[in-house]
């Protein structure tokens, strides 16, 4: 079956970096799309960052662009989260979430379209 499994959080200053992956299993992993999103406490969840099968393509939220990159290496089925400049508003559990390619890549932006999802992973900021 399908796991994506995250791993990398943990609790940094605020200006601090972190890098989040994401081992995927039982799916050919460079038919399929890759985001990260993530969920605080009460809020709704969010987009953060989508890579196309072959790395071509990325997306950001307007949030994290300049400071976050995601990046992925098909030869280990992975993808990742590299996170710098970290402000108290990133802290949040971040999940990553796999789809299959679509035409309109703005259904990467959305988290109801995927097809799989990891457990998450919690990033926390201090200030």
């Known amino acids: 079956q399908v796991q994506l499994v995250e791993s990398g959080g943990g609790l940094v200053q605020a200006g601090g970096s972190l890098r989040l992956s994401c081992a995927a299993s039982g799916l050919t992993f460079s038919r399929y799309v890759m985001g990260w999103f993530r969920q605080a406490p009460g809020k709704e969840r969010e987009f953060v960052a989508a890579?196309?099968?072959?790395?071509?393509?990325?997306y950001y939220a307007d949030s994290v662009k300049g400071r976050f990159t995601i990046s992925r290496d098909n030869a280990k089925n992975t993808v990742y989260l590299q996170m710098n400049s970290l402000k108290p508003e990133d802290t949040a559990a971040y999940y990553c979430?796999?789809?299959?390619?679509?035409?309109?890549?703005?259904?990467?932006?959305?988290?109801?379209?995927?097809?799989?999802w990891g457990q998450g992973t919690q990033v926390t900021v201090s200030s």
């Open positions: 890579i196309t099968g072959s790395g071509g393509n990325t």
């Open positions: 979430a796999a789809i299959r390619r679509k035409s309109d890549s703005n259904y990467y932006r959305r988290g109801d379209e995927y097809d799989y």
